[in-house]
């Protein structure tokens, strides 16, 4: 927030740095401090912007994936696509690309590339990030097959990558990550660290979806704004950092 507020143009630009050794340079030549004079200065200052400069660096890579588009025509892509459904359904042979069973796992057509066009490349990974977590991705299979609370379990993790998304671009995630790092043990961040948190949102949107009781699947959209709106509340808070759920 004190950069956000700084009334000097390269402070507040802080968040287009991913080097904390190229922000630590330009913050001691705006401050005209030396760091050879004060070298224990220089080690807390990094270790204080270090989180900010790997959020920095995590949410370009995130926004980079997102800006790619399925392209059937790129290979591996498509291969992509295959391990997908062999990470669901490893006993079970896709017969072919365009198919009715890519609607078992969720998704709205026979061809899962054009469900991709919101999301698009982070929305696969996220999804294939989740078939590699066998538990998890074992757990929410069952729940999407509930016979009153059921879902589209392909749609859904879209949908919740787009939260994921919106909860980035409004700097909102930049607290759970500032947490991570500074209480989690965590120095750096990478994508994975996206991949992982949208395991934990998703198992996170099931557990509150089922709590609701819903009547039928016409009030998924409802639910899903107001679970939105849950981790919007949390990571104002206190405590911003989403926890696993149990």
Known sequence: RCLDNSNNP???DFRSYTSVSVFSKMLLTEKDISAEKDPEFVARMNSTFNP?????????????????????????????????????YPDIK????????????????????????????????????????????????AAAAHPQYGFSLAITSINLTGILFDLLSE????????????????????????????????????????????SSIMEFNIHKEAYANLLRAKLRSDKPYIEKVE
């Open 171 to 214: 700097n909102l995630l930049r607290n759970h990550f500032f947490y991570q790092c500074c209480h989690g043990g965590n120095a750096s961040l990478s994508i994975t660290d996206i991949l992982e948190l949208h395991c934990v949102i998703l198992s996170g949107f099931v557990k509150f979806y089922r709590e609701q009781k819903p």
């Open 10 to 12: 390269a402070l507040k």
């Open 94 to 141: 896709l017969e072919d690309r365009i198919s009715e069973k890519w609607k078992d796992l969720g998704f709205q057509g026979t061809d899962p590339a054009t469900d991709f066009r919101g999301m698009g490349m982070l929305g696969l990974e996220c999804l294939l990030y989740l078939g590699k977590c066998k538990k998890t991705s074992g757990q929410l299979m």
């Open 52 to 88: 900010i400069c790997e959020v920095n660096r995590v949410t370009m890579e995130t926004v980079e994936l997102k800006k790619i588009k399925y392209d059937t025509e790129n290979s591996d892509h498509e291969m992509m696509l295959l391990s997908l459904w062999n990470s669901f």
